[in-house]
């Protein structure tokens, strides 16, 4: 009776691990082809480390709570820009009476009340003088992802690709077959 008991708790057992075999490589390719964006620009060759910021925020914590990058970044006129989150953006969730997490409440507390805009250190950073816009590339279709990389899976921000290098740009362009002539990017000649 044990016996038949034992094979029996022993053949639940493996039909668990086949379910498991077959279900977990599923799940992970699912992962794998779920539309990821692929980053299009190169690498930046240098791997520097994030700045340090002012508070230390994760991309990654708070894309996997399923945040869109619209809510914090915007591209106001005349379209250059991105845009940081205004501190009140933090605060639907980090105010003091709500938020559970009291590290992060009591980090962006004092930015809250003297309502002073976080001073968050910029990472990117094309050379003066380069005509550069957001607007025509998100209107070209270009995504986030092509040029920041895999932004979702980043604890610290970092310049982890070469996108502000001419040699990037021009790459693109030349691919997309985009204007590439000195004066689309230059003042000169
Ligand atoms: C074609 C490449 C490209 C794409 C696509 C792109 N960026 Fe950028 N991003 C840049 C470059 C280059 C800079 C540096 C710009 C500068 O120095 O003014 C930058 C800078 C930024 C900054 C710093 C603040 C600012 O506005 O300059 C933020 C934030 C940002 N990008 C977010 C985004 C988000 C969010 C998206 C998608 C909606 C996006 N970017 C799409 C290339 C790109
Ligand atoms: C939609 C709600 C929401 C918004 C908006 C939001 N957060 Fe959070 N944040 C969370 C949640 C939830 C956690 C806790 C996640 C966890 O512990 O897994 C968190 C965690 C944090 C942490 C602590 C991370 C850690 O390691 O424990 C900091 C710091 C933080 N957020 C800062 C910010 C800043 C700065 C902004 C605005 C730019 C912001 N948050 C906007 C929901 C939000
Ligand atoms: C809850 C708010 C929030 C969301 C959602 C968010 N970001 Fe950000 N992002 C920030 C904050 C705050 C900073 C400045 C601090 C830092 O660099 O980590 C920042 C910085 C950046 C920078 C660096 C800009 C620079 O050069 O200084 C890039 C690039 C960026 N975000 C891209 C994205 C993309 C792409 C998404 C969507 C996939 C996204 N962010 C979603 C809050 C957010
Ligand atoms: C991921 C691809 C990609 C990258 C990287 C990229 N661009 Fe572009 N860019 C495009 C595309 C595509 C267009 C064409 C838009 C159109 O024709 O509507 C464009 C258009 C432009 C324009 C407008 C040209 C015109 O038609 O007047 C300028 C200026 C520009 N880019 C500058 C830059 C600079 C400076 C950089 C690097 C810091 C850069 N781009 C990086 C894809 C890219
Ligand atoms: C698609 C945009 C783009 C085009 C087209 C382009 N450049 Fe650039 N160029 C850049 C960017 C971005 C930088 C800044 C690179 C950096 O900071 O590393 C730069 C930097 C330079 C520099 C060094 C810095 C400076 O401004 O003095 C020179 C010289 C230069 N470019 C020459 C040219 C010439 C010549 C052409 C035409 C054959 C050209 N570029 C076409 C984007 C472009």
């Known amino acids: 009776m044990n016996q038949i008991k034992e094979s029996f708790v022993l053949v639940a057992v493996q039909a668990l691990a086949l379910l498991l075999l077959t279900t977990v490589p599923l799940l992970a390719q699912q992962a794998a082809t779920s539309p990821v964006i692929q980053q299009t620009v190169p690498d930046n ?3 520097p480390s994030g700045p340090v910021q002012p508070i230390p925020y994760s991309h990654k914590v708070h894309l996997a709570l399923g945040l869109t990058c619209p809510l914090c970044h915007t591209n106001p006129e005349p379209g250059k820009l991105m845009t940081y ?3 009140s953006t933090c ?5 003091a009476t709500v938020d559970k997490n009291k590290a992060a409440a ?6 809250a009340k003297s309502q002073q805009p976080i001073p968050w250190v910029r990472v990117y950073t ?6 550069w816009a957001h ?3 998100l209107q070209a279709g270009m995504q986030c992802e092509m040029c920041h990389g895999q932004v979702a899976q980043m604890e610290v921000m970092s310049e982890a690709t070469s996108v502000v290098t001419m040699y990037s740009c021009l790459t693109c362009h030349v691919q997309n077959n985009a204007k590439s ?3 689309t990017c230059h003042l000169w000649p």
């Open 91 to 95: 605060m639907t969730c980090h105010a």
């Open 45 to 47: 060759p240098l791997h």
């Open 106 to 111: 009591q980090k962006l507390d004092p930015f």
């Open 126 to 131: 094309v050379l003066p003088g380069v005509n």
């Open 85 to 87: 989150p205004a501190t």
């Open 181 to 183: 002539t000195c004066n």
């Open 135 to 137: 607007r025509t590339h």
